[in-house]
Each structure stands twice: as structure tokens, then as C-alpha cells.
């Protein structure tokens, strides 16, 4: 079976992508510094599986190591070359992903998510290994209307973070685009990932404060925070709340199974697709949604738009629909429950 290498694979989407490949009997080789993750998410993935599989375990490489370091990540494929499991691809997960960080800490940013990724190309080159999928963002887009967001959209992104997704994405695009190349690559675009897996085993575990929406309701509904302050109630949206486009984590680990098959069946290219559900929630309604499905109260009130928000961020998600022959199955009540339950079985997080 295949083996592909998965850096950043022991966070929020990287794990949950790991059980989707080893899933399918993938063999996944996986490269984490553990600065904002736990190799805890392996131990329960393997608790998942081992129903399934006994020996699942021999498929998991887990190593640590910093994509800022070119040596760690050589290090990675020449174990894997030592036991005859030569990576056939990459999922690029590994990189910092803090709007309001990368606002206050550029230089560090600018460090992981884009020098770390020329680090990585160059192993792969050394190694031959010249298929990526790349762990990108909506935020790419420019947004300043209530259009679904297709990608030919134009790119403009408004803070660091954005910024560092957009360079990689060109770079990667340069890459493609040399005469005789043999990289095959695709950018998948996130929309806003939030739920888990609805074991209860794996889920989004933020070190420190969130910022986004979803970890707070869950921690508002356990008791660990009072309240959500809504950003802003005179958007130009259908109830004055941001309207964004919220998809079911373990859709989106089966999104990045689906762009594998094709990228390798596919000739050598470069892509970006978008993965959302081309539904858009707005904040009220996610919060009653949460509260109707899991019979709990979420106390909000409301404050200033945020800096940096837009009113309406959703995706046309017809290119994935159609190249990837994938659809998203889960909907905004599943995302609910199955992060909420999440949360109840690890108030604590790992
Ligand atoms: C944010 C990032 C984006 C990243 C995405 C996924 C910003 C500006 N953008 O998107 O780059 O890809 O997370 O991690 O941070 N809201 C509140 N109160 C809160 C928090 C959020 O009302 O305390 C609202 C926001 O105004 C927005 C919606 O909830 O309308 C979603 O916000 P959030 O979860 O932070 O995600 P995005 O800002 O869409």
C-alpha cells in the first residue's frame, strides 16, 4: 500500500485526515513538532482503529520534527526509504494558523508556513517525490460581496497569515510551471473547518485562548467561558450576523482523500479547489442551531465588527463536485453534536 507523508498530522484537520487514509490502508508517515498539537490525537485514532485493524499501528510513523529544519524532514524520508516504504506523497498541513498572531508576529509566520514549505520542496525534489496537496485557506479571496466564492475569485489576502497561504500557493504554482515539470500539486482552499470526529476520540484542541467562533461555543457550553461576544450586528447579511461557510471537519479529511486519488491518477498540474459546503451560516443561527441540537444555552451579546471580517464568506464548491467527485455528507446539526460531544468527553482537551 502507499505511503504518503503527513506534516502538522497530529492537529485539528491533519488528524482526522490521518484516520480517513489509514482508513483506506494508507501508510502514513507523520512529521510534527508538536508546538500546537498533541501526539495524543494518534493514540485515541489508534484506539479507533484498532477495532478494525490489530496491527494498525505499524502503519503510523510518528516523528518529531520542524519543517524549519530541512534536516528533520530529510531525516523523515530516508526512514522511510530504510524500511522500504517510499512516500509517494505529501499532505502539508504543518504551519501556524492565527490570524491575529500572524498580525502580531509576521517574522515567525513568514518562517513556518512559507520557508518551512520551500524546506520541504527541496527534500522532495532531493527524494523524487513531487506530489504535494497543500493545506490552504479561503482567505486567499478577496470578498466584498454576498457571491458565492469561486477560484477564479480574485486573491487578495488582508493579513499575514493570508498572505503566507498566497506566497505558497504561488510558489507552488512556479514549481508547476516549469517547462518538463513532473509536480503534480493541489491547493485545497478551507473554507471554515469545525466539528469532530463523531467518536468523540479526536477534535479541535486549541492551546490558549480561541479566537474563532466554534471552540467558543463549545467552551461557553461547558462552563469554561460566561459568554460569546458577537462581532458586529449591522453586516449587510440576512440577520445582520457574518455569514460564513462552517464544513464538518471529517468532510473535509474526506475531501483530501478524494484531491489524493486524483492527484494520482492525474497528470502533472496545479490546481486549487475549494472545500466548503456552499452553505453559509450566519453567527445567530449557528448559535441557536448549537443550542436547539444539544439542549444547552449559549449567552451572547453583541460587539464591534471585528478588524478584518467581512460579512459573507461562502464557497462555490462546484470544481471540487466535479474533479474530485466529492461532496460534502454532514450538515451544520451534525457539526453541532459531534463537536459538542467532543468537547463533554475531553474538557480538558488531550
Ligand atoms: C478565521 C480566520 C481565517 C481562518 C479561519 C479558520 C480571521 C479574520 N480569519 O476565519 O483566516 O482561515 O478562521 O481558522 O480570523 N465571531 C464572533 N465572535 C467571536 C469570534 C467570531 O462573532 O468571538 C464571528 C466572526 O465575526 C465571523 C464568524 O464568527 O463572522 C466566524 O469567525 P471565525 O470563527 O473567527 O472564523 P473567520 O474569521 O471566518
Redesign the pocket.
Known amino acids: 500500500m502507499k505511503s504518503i507523508l503527513v506534516t502538522g498530522g497530529t492537529g485539528f484537520i491533519g488528524s482526522h485526515t490521518c484516520l480517513v487514509l489509514l482508513e483506506k490502508g494508507y501508510n502514513i508517515f507523520i512529521l510534527d513538532s508538536f508546538i500546537n498539537s498533541s501526539s495524543q490525537s494518534i493514540e485515541k485514532i489508534i484506539l479507533i482503529l484498532n477495532e478494525i485493524d490489530k496491527d494498525i499501528n505499524r502503519k503510523i510513523h510518528l516523528i518529531k520534527g520542524d519543517i524549519k529544519n530541512q534536516s528533520d524532514i530529510e531525516n523523515v524520508f530516508h526512514i522511510s526509504n530504510k524500511l522500504n516504504k517510499k512516500i509517494e506523497a505529501v499532505i502539508h498541513f504543518a504551519g501556524l494558523?492565527?490570524?491575529?498572531d500572524s498580525v502580531l508576529n509576521p517574522i515567525t509566520y513568514w518562517e513556518n508556513n512559507v520557508s518551512g514549505t520551500i524546506n520541504l520542496c527541496k527534500v522532495m525534489e532531493k527524494y523524487k517525490c513531487k506530489n504535494i496537496l497543500f493545506s490552504s485557506?479561503?482567505?486567499v479571496y478577496k470578498s466584498e460581496s454576498n457571491k458565492l466564492l469561486s477560484e477564479d475569485n480574485i486573491c487578495e489576502p488582508y493579513?499575514p497569515?493570508?498572505y503566507t497561504k498566497f506566497t505558497v500557493e504561488r510558489i507552488l504554482s512556479d514549481i508547476s510551471n516549469r517547462e518538463l515539470s513532473e509536480w503534480r500539486i493541489v491547493c485545497l482552499r478551507?473554507f471554515?473547518?469545525v466539528g469532530a470526529h463523531k467518536s468523540g476520540y479526536i477534535g479541535e484542541n486549541p492551546l490558549g485562548k480561541a479566537?474563532?467562533?466554534?471552540p467558543?461555543l463549545t467552551r461557553v457550553a461547558i462552563g469554561k467561558q460566561s459568554k460569546?461576544?458577537?462581532?458586529?450586528s449591522d453586516?449587510p447579511t440576512y440577520d445582520g450576523?457574518?455569514?460564513?461557510d462552517y464544513i464538518h471537519v471529517m468532510d473535509l479529511a474526506e475531501g483530501h482523500l478524494s484531491a489524493m486519488n486524483y492527484l494520482l491518477k492525474e497528470k502533472p498540474q496545479f490546481k486549487a479547489i475549494n472545500l466548503g459546503t456552499g452553505i453559509g451560516t450566519s453567527?445567530l443561527e449557528?448559535i441557536r442551531t448549537f443550542e436547539k441540537v444539544n439542549n444547552v444555552e449559549i449567552p451572547f451579546s453583541f460587539?464591534d465588527?471585528?478588524k478584518?471580517?467581512?460579512a459573507f464568506?461562502v464557497a462555490d464548491n462546484s470544481l471540487a463536485k466535479s474533479l474530485l467527485n466529492w461532496t460534502p455528507k454532514r450538515n451544520i446539526e451534525d457539526i453541532c453534536r459531534d463537536g459538542w460531544n467532543w468537547q463533554k468527553n475531553n474538557p480538558y482537551g488531550f
Open positions: 494558523k492565527s490570524v491575529s485557506s479561503a482567505t493579513n497569515y493570508g478551507y471554515n473547518p479566537n474563532n467562533i466554534y467558543q460569546i461576544y458577537i462581532f458586529g453586516w450576523t457574518g455569514v460564513r453567527v449557528f460587539r465588527r471585528r478584518g471580517d467581512k464568506l
